[in-house]
Each structure stands twice: as structure tokens, then as C-alpha cells.
């Protein structure tokens, strides 16, 4: 793909994406605006069920078939959403990887990982052979610090560590531009934790692959992001550099959120949380969608805030128009 005008490799305008339930459409994504540039890494915080696993699979339209999207969508000069299945298919895995959370779930576990390997080359490249397809594997597995020799057994011989360093592979096997991983170390223990997320930096460097990440945990993006942004109730609340939203944050939700992270100082050993909860995204007000939970509230606040320009980053909150 040619990134050569200005190296965005996704660009999401206003997009929107609703799910079709009984009750109406739950507006999971409710107008989103992120560029992500070559070779940086996203990460894509906020509370559970404010929308971020929805638009880490709406990229690639993994998502129930009378799902709707809205706005733009474009992943270098592919423009998403008009895609059908079979336009999906060139997209997946080639120009777009994608790690799950559980790779129990996520990897069949009766089929060998050499044939995990095989089958995923040759959605791309249909005339490949098996033995060229191992060959493939082997590198990538070397890289992921796996034995190929390993490649012969099934997912469920693996541990959960293991597990996930071969979806590694399987993700970046094809060289996509872009990777996302939604929760990827969620399932480890921390040690494991830190070693996937520092080999998944490490290969995003050599190939200078870009990443999506999603985490509830703040953590893990401050070990890996370039830059974040800060999701809540389907719209993105502040976007900016790492250490901007780290110690420099502005939207009162943000500021929460840092407080909220439990930390082993004894002198303030108090788990902070936010009271209240987000609104349903069946229902969304007019109103901003944190007023109800912000300490910060004022009149101006029964209307949506637009995205303010501040500090080199964006915020969605009227303390700064
Ligand atoms: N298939 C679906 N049909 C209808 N609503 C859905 C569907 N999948 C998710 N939702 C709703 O969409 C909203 C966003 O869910 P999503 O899974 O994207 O959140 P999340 O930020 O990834 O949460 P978590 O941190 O728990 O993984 C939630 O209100 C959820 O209930
Ligand atoms: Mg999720």
C-alpha cells in the first residue's frame, strides 16, 4: 500500500456504528474522529462497555450482519464501509491483524498450528503450499520465541502465554499494516502480561507495524501507547500524546479514570471509582454523556460539547471552549 502522502494508515471520521437489537440500535460508536499514523500505537481506554471492542471489530466488520455504520471509514486509501464479505476477506489479516483477548476461543484448538498457519496464508495467497506455508510459520514462531518444531501440536498443549504469542504470529504473518489487539494479555498473569506486551512492541518496531490497543487497563497502555485515547459512552471523550493524558490529563473524565487505577503506595491505598454509571446507549441524551457522573457540571452541559483543539490533543467538554 502506498502511505506516501502523509503516512495515515486509519482514519475514522464521524463514524458511527449501531447495533440492530429488538429494542432499537445501541449506539455502541456514536461519532468517532482517530487518525492513527505508520508505525504509531493507539490505545483505546475506558470503562467496560463504552464501545471499544466495537470499533476494534468494526474495522474489519466482524461484527452482526444488520449492524450500521455511519460516517468514514478508511484504512489507507481503502474506504471501509461500503465493503461486502467477500472485499472483507482481501482486507483481513492482510492489511488489518487482529490478537482477541482469549486466544482459547480464538484459535480453534483442534487444529495444529501448522495448519492454523496454512489456512491463514492461503485465504491470501491461494496457490501456496503446505510446505511453504511451515517454512512461513517457522519464522514467524522463531520470532515469537516458540520452537517450530512446536508447530506440529494443537492450541490446547500450549500454555495461555504460549497461546497468545502464536496469535501473535498468526496476526503478523501476512506483514499487515495494522494490528489490533483487544485486551491482549487480559486472560495472563502479570508477569506473562508484560513479557507479550513488550514482544508485541518489539515486532511492532521491526516491522513497523501500527497498533490498535484496547484496554481497560492503564497500564498496559503506558508500557506500549504513543498515543491514547480516552473512550466513554460510544464517543471519544480526549485524545493526546501518552504522557499529555498521563499527567497533564483534561477531561474530567480522564482525570477519574487516572485516580481510579488501584496503587500499592500505603499512603493512599484507597481504591478510587467513579460513582454513578454511563448512560444506556439505547437511550443517549442530548445532554454530554458524563454530566450526570461529572463533578465539574455546569449549565452548558444539557448541550453535547463539540471537540475542543487543546495542548496538541482533542476534548470533548465545554470547560474548554
Ligand atoms: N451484538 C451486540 N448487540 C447489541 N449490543 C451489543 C452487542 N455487542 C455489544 N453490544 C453493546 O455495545 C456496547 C459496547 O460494547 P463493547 O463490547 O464494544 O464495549 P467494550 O468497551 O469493549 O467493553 P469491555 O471493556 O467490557 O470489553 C455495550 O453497551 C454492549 O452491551
Ligand atoms: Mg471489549
Same mark, same amino acid.
Given at each position: ?12 471520521? +464521524?463514524l458511527k456504528i449501531h447495533y440492530h437489537t429488538q429494542k432499537g440500535y445501541v449506539r455502541a460508536v ?19 462497555? #463504552?464501545?471499544?471492542s466495537t470499533f476494534g471489530q468494526g474495522i474489519l466488520k466482524l461484527l452482526p450482519a444488520k449492524t450500521k455504520y455511519e460516517?468514514?471509514l478508511?484504512? @489507507?486509501?481503502?474506504?471501509i464501509i461500503p465493503l461486502n464479505e467477500k472485499e472483507m476477506k482481501k482486507v483481513r ?5 487482529m ?27 491461494? @496457490? ?30 500450549? +500454555? @495461555? ?11 503478523? =504473518? ?46 498496559? =497502555?503506558? &508500557? ?10 460510544? &464517543? ?33 491505598? &484507597? ?29 452548558? #452541559? ?10 496538541? @490533543? ?8
Amino acid at each position: 500500500m502506498d502511505y506516501s502522502q502523509d503516512k495515515i494508515v486509519l482514519k475514522a471520521e +464521524s463514524l458511527k456504528i449501531h447495533y440492530h437489537t429488538q429494542k432499537g440500535y445501541v449506539r455502541a460508536v456514536d461519532g468517532i474522529d482517530l487518525v492513527l499514523k505508520k508505525g504509531e500505537t493507539i490505545g483505546i481506554v475506558g470503562e467496560s462497555g #463504552c464501545g471499544k471492542s466495537t470499533f476494534g471489530q468494526g474495522i474489519l466488520k466482524l461484527l452482526p450482519a444488520k449492524t450500521k455504520y455511519e460516517g468514514k471509514l478508511s484504512v @489507507g486509501k481503502i474506504d471501509i464501509i461500503p465493503l461486502n464479505e467477500k472485499e472483507m476477506k482481501k482486507v483481513r489479516g492482510k492489511v488489518v491483524g487482529m490478537i482477541f483477548q482469549d486466544p482459547m476461543t480464538s484459535l480453534n484448538p483442534i487444529i495444529k498450528v501448522e495448519k492454523l498457519f496454512y489456512e491463514t496464508l492461503r485465504e491470501h495467497e491461494p @496457490g501456496i503450499s503446505f510446505d511453504a506455508a511451515r517454512e512461513r510459520a517457522a519464522r514467524i514462531l522463531e520470532k515469537v520465541g516458540i520452537e517450530p518444531e512446536r508447530m506440529r501440536e494443537y492450541p490446547f498443549q500450549f +500454555s @495461555g502465554g504460549m497461546r497468545q504469542r502464536v496469535m501473535i504470529a498468526l496476526a503478523l =504473518v501476512l506483514n499487515p499494516d495494522i494490528v489490533i489487539a483487544d485486551e491482549p494479555t487480559t486472560s495472563l498473569d502479570v508477569i506473562v502480561q508484560a513479557q507479550i506486551l513488550e514482544l508485541l512492541d518489539e515486532l511492532r518496531r521491526s516491522y513497523d507495524t501500527s497498533v490498535i490497543l484496547i484496554t481497560h487497563d492503564l497500564g498496559v =497502555v503506558a &508500557q506500549m501507547a504513543d498515543k491514547i485515547a480516552v473512550m466513554y459512552a460510544g &464517543q471519544m471523550v480526549e485524545q493526546n500524546v501518552k504522557n499529555k493524558i498521563y499527567y497533564e490529563p483534561k477531561h474530567p473524565y480522564t482525570k477519574l479514570l487516572l485516580k481510579s487505577i488501584p496503587n500499592t503506595n500505603p499512603e493512599d491505598l &484507597q481504591l478510587n471509582f467513579i460513582p454513578g454509571s454511563p448512560p444506556s446507549l439505547l437511550n443517549v441524551p442530548e445532554r454530554c454523556r458524563f454530566a450526570s457522573r461529572c463533578p465539574f457540571r455546569m449549565d452548558i #452541559c444539557e448541550k453535547e460539547p463539540p471537540v475542543f483543539g487543546i495542548d496538541g @490533543g482533542q476534548v470533548k467538554c465545554w470547560l474548554y471552549r
